[in-house]
């Protein structure tokens, strides 16, 4: 059962069905619809937009070898994002050691005021050391739990917790200097 390219993704079940027989009109399509969100994903874990690329592709090559595994339950576009951000952390595991400070480590940090600011988010976010920023997507963008990231990262709760605590004095700190030199820009 072939679709037309001009068939939107209505019925996700159907759709899921055409998939699941390699059919490359769906496959496109489904690329066509969700790379620019998904690319984002990405790029929100790498900051090297043609790394963060490849890492969205070899993730839609994951999703399209095994769409099988995709049971219906929660959104199809759900379960790829699990697979982009998995996709991600895995680049990131191979590509460089992170460290992740235990609690007896910490610093005296500040917590963010809650304060609204104009900023460009992906350009604190890939100013962000690795750790910190992966910890931070994985709770803020992603709404991963501590348990869930810690046994996803190999770290402690407490690790976790003080590693998205940092993420947030960090990011507020980039903002303040980032707002600083603009308005020093401006004077």
Same mark, same amino acid.
């Not at 068939?7 to 055409?18: A, H, P, R």
């Not at 400070?101 to 910490?106: A, M, S, V």
């Given at each position: 059962m072939k679709i037309n390219t001009q068939?939107?993704? &209505?019925?996700?079940?159907?759709?899921?069905?055409?998939l699941l027989q390699n059919d490359s009109t769906a496959q496109k399509l489904l690329y066509e619809k969700f790379s620019p969100k998904m690319l984002s994903v990405c790029r929100s874990y790498i900051? &090297?937009?043609?790394?963060?690329? &490849?890492?969205?592709?070899?993730?839609?090559v994951k999703i399209f070898r095994n769409i099988s595994s995709f049971k219906g339950v929660g959104s199809l576009e759900g379960w790829m994002r699990k697979i982009m951000v998995n996709e991600c952390l895995d680049n990131l595991k191979s590509t460089r050691k992170i460290y992740y400070? &235990?609690?007896?480590?910490?610093d005296n940090f500040s917590d963010l005021d809650n304060e609204f600011y104009d900023f460009d988010v992906q350009e604190l976010l890939d100013a962000l050391p690795e750790n910190y920023r992966i910890v931070f997507n994985l709770f803020v963008l992603e709404d991963y739990s501590h348990k869930?990231?810690?046994d996803l990262l190999h770290i402690s709760e407490p690790t976790c917790r003080q590693q998205l605590k940092r993420a947030k004095a960090k990011l507020k700190e980039l903002y303040l200097i980032n707002n600083k030199t603009q308005n020093e820009i401006k004077v």
């Open positions: 068939v939107q993704i &209505d019925n996700e079940q159907e759709f899921v069905k055409l900051p &090297d937009f043609h790394a963060a690329e &490849d890492c969205m592709i070899k993730a839609f400070l &235990d609690e007896e480590y910490q869930e990231i810690s």
